[in-house]
């Protein structure tokens, strides 16, 4: 093992990955190596569970690498209302059940108790190490330093049965916030401003997304969670925030669970390739209007709008923002008679210990007050699969993280906010600017109210710096050139930029397991011909930039074969749908040409050469080169996708593929 003393500057997510390296031929990680890595942690939730049951059993139920790193949550599908009445959601929870006990997990919680980040978080990652998720916004646990990522379901499970994965070394940027937010303004403003400026699916998309800059020392634990969890809407890789003072101080308060923390750091020179400033002195209170998270704009601009309900909840929704959010209702309440209860007013904390809290402290009492139900820990609205749904047309402010079309129910239309703002807005049901409320909050009791360490306690942080392990001479890449030997032909169906996997496969699809079944429902709510003109022979997909962003779920390629799709080209990819199209082997082409986009129009019929890596306009004759993918890529797609290669290859998988 080397201390890598001397090396080129490397950014603080390459440092945890060269710690985690296995086979390394140098002691440093630069952007495009490609590693094998030793993950620390693997993450699923119930809905997830099922697809990767099925990788699972495929493998032949081979057993856990660690039982122990294995941290199953049941939070998706369920609620009290489903638990009860819905066979998918207790199939799913049953299945979830089962599997914990046969593989002996140390870390499932069962239905209602949790959202799979909030526990996670709270209670058990820490700085320096490296999480799968089968979930998008397992980009969460950058907050406290991690390497965290979302992935699809047959990723996250190799990596459960095997302790390894594999990535290539992401390019990095640096977000810099500057100056000091105004009390109230909270990690859902910071993160909804930053996508408003820098636009989602952009200088993000695929890469390291390091949050740096002079203001984040002064971010509480929560905030970063938050910032790093919309990381995923903001279409990067991972997020990340360097493990501090503010970190340490919240590991210190936990029982266990904080004695393999590495407080890793950015080399001051890091190879950033990028530096955006944002300014957060004068940031007020922001939305995002329906269909996108960076369709930001002030709240200002939408003062009396009028709700049709109000949803404080889901993972980005943190315990500092419902602490908040109830000491805004209190203020709103102050002199007037509670508000009737209202079947449209529904807070939903992150953990039954939040919930807890909230009860003791008095605040559960002030959303009784304010007119709000509570459920149990879960999705809840956000997903859009839960008992409680928006009717189509239904206009609902929300503190959640996505506002896709449709995502809280067909047909609805959902504006993203803090909870401070939805809070202040629930009091007319019109939307309202939280700040005269923020202003009367006294801070002292907001602070005591949250428990949080005493942020002038010192606390020692020791600076690590990653140990590689270097082990082989570089790998000899040959390269395999293709994704195959064939050669296809079809006729177009053509979409625009940003197509969500909510838009491919909404939520309430996503727990079927046969191919064509999901194939039918491909583009169910936005396009629903898409499956008649794939079987017609438009079986080839030419998309913009981002396509497949959003969620991880694999079921979005499992659509798009299931309706008879041969090949996705498009200008770039959401970096989860990516790695799952090569694990389930469906072609996709990256062609970045702008003649290409202004040529090919729906039902233009192409002649795809996977091995030569082209695409031919039939009509005009005219030939198009897509990028190259990496050898490993390549490799994947010539083995039939992971699962086949696991088959072939064994616990050696991905030994075997880089160095094919
Ligand atoms: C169902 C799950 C795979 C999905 C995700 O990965 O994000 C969900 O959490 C979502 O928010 O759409």
Known sequence: ???????????????????????????????????????????????????????????????????????????????????????????????????????????????????????????????????????????????????????GGADVTAALVLGQSWLEVPEAIA??????????????????????????????????????????????????????????????????????????????????????????????????????????????????KPFSPDNVMEVEGAVGMALDGCFIG??????????????????????????????????????????????????????????????????????????????????????QNRNYENRMGAGSLAWLASAATVAASSVAMTVADPRPLLARIDRGRFLQLLGRPDPSRPIEVRRAEPAVAVENPPASASSPSSQGHRRLTGRVQRFGDHVDTDAIIPGEFCHLMDMEEIGRHAFHHVRPAFHARAQAGQTLVVAGEGWGSGSSREHAVWALQGAGIQAVIARSYGFIHKRNLVNEGLPYLVVKAPAFHALVEEDAALEVDLAAGTVRHLASGQTFEAERPSAIVQALHQEGGLTAAIERHGPRVFEALSTQ
């Open 1 to 151: 093992m080397h201390r890598a003393a001397h090396h080129p500057p490397m950014t603080l997510t390459q440092k945890i990955l060269a710690h985690h390296a296995r086979g390394l031929s140098r002691p440093w990680v630069q952007a495009g190596d490609i590693l094998q890595l030793r993950v620390d942690w693997t993450l699923a939730s119930e809905l997830a569970w099922n697809g990767m049951e099925r990788t699972y059993q495929r493998l032949g139920r081979p057993g856990v690498h660690d039982p122990g790193r294995f941290f199953l949550a049941v939070d998706h599908t369920v609620d009290e209302v489903t638990l009860r009445t819905d066979a998918k959601a207790q199939r799913l929870t049953a299945q979830a059940r089962a599997f914990a006990q046969e593989a002996g997990l140390r870390h499932f919680q069962d239905a209602n108790v949790t959202i799979l980040h909030t526990k996670f978080y709270r209670e058990l990652v820490q700085p320096g190490q490296v999480v799968l998720g089968a979930d998008s916004h397992t980009s969460s646990h950058g907050g406290l330093g991690a390497f965290s990522i979302g992935l």
């Open 175 to 288: 977000v810099e916030y500057e100056g000091e937010p105004a009390f109230g303004i909270g990690g859902k403003d910071i993160i909804l401003k930053t996508l408003g400026e820098l636009g989602r699916n952009t200088v993000a998309l695929e890469r390291s997304v390091e949050y740096r800059g002079s203001a984040v020392r002064a971010f509480s634990t929560d905030m970063r969670f938050t910032i790093a969890n919309m990381t995923a809407e903001f279409g990067g890789l991972n997020g990340i925030f360097e493990a501090d003072e503010t970190a340490a101080r919240w590991l210190s308060q936990r029982s266990g669970n904080q004695d393999e923390a590495l407080y890793f750091q950015a080399d001051p020179d890091a190879p950033y390739v990028a530096r955006h400033r944002i300014a957060l002195d004068r940031l007020g209170p922001l939305l995002a």
């Open 314 to 399: 889901a993972c980005t929704t943190s315990e500092e923002e419902l602490v908040l959010a109830a000491l805004v209702l209190e203020q709103a309440l102050q002199g007037r008679s509670p508000l009737p209860p209202s079947p449209r007013k529904l807070m939903v904390p992150g953990d039954l210990s939040i919930a807890a809290r909230l009860r003791q402290t008095g605040l559960w009492a002030v959303y009784e007050r304010a007119g709000f139900r509570m459920g149990a820990p879960g999705c809840s609205m956000c997903l859009g699969v839960a008992s409680e749904k928006a009717r189509p047309g239904e206009v609902w402010l929300t503190s």
